[in-house]
T-cell receptor, first 110, second 115 residues
Framework: LAKTTQPISMDSYEGQEVNITCSHN???????ITWYQQFPSQGPRFIIQ???TKVTNEVASLFIPADRKSSTLSLPRVSLSDTAVYYC???????????FGKGTRLHILP | DGGITQSPKYLFRKEGQNVTLSCEQN?????MYWYRQDPGQGLRLIYY???????QKGDIAEGYSVSREKKESFPLTVTSAQKNPTAFYLC??????????????FGPGTRLTVL
């Protein structure tokens, strides 16, 4: 399983674009990159998943460079309700688990 | 209204007692999972099941047991053998087309406190 490294915490302000970068230097050919969001005392919620280049949905964008050794979750125009922990996960369909590390604690300020 | 439910939301247990946490899903998912989360930490996999009547141990299965008699249900029993059971327990379900990388849908969690 590829190990991921992401910042422990980040602060930003309402209305800003927030970019959270995740490093995964030993990502394997079959690995996908997945991001989840978790609010306090709730279960995580899927945000976005990608394999290469750029993926966009109604919530976020995921940028993956050609070497796939990192990825960046981009949240446009954040609000106070985006304050949460964001997890970057890397794994392939044949892995026997997927690892939720400590994530990045994002704090949005007014 | 499709989803995954866990009950109860809060649970208190005396030391030495077994307790069973409920998890039900009506998403028609093949796979179900149990995770444990301690304060400020990530999620750790306890057990998962890809199909009815089959399940596999995760990283921290000791002191826990599960059953998967129905596709919709995956109860977790925390036994007295679990040394430090106080934690937040999360159940999830997913399809199994891409194994663990398929989107996992989580329940609201059960917070277990051992008194």
């Amino acid at each position: 399983l590829a190990k991921t490294t992401q910042p422990i915490s980040m602060d930003s302000y309402e209305g800003q674009e927030v970019n959270i970068t995740c490093s995964h230097n030993n990502i394997a050919t079959n690995d996908y990159i997945t991001w989840y969001q978790q609010f306090p005392s709730q279960g995580p919620r899927f945000i976005i998943q990608g394999y290469k280049t750029k993926v966009t949905n109604e919530v976020a964008s995921l940028f993956i460079p050609a070497d796939r050794k990192s990825s960046t979750l981009s949240l446009p125009r954040v609000s106070l309700s985006d304050t949460a922990v964001y997890y970057c996960l890397v794994g392939s369909p044949t892995d026997d688990k997927i690892i939720f590390g400590k994530g990045t604690r994002l704090h949005i300020l007014p | 209204d499709g989803g995954i439910t866990q009950s109860p939301k809060y649970l208190f247990r005396k030391e030495g007692q077994n307790v069973t946490l409920s998890c039900e899903q009506n998403l028609n998912h093949d796979a179900m999972y149990w995770y444990r989360q301690d304060p400020g930490q990530g999620l750790r996999l306890i057990y998962y099941s890809q199909i009815v009547n089959d399940f596999q141990k995760g990283d921290i299965a000791e002191g826990y047991s599960v059953s998967r008699e129905k596709k919709e249900s995956f109860p977790l029993t925390v036994t007295s053998a679990q040394k430090n059971p106080t934690a937040f327990y999360l159940c999830a379900s997913s399809n199994w087309d891409r194994g663990h990388t398929d989107t996992q849908y989580f329940g609201p969690g059960t917070r277990l406190t051992v008194l």
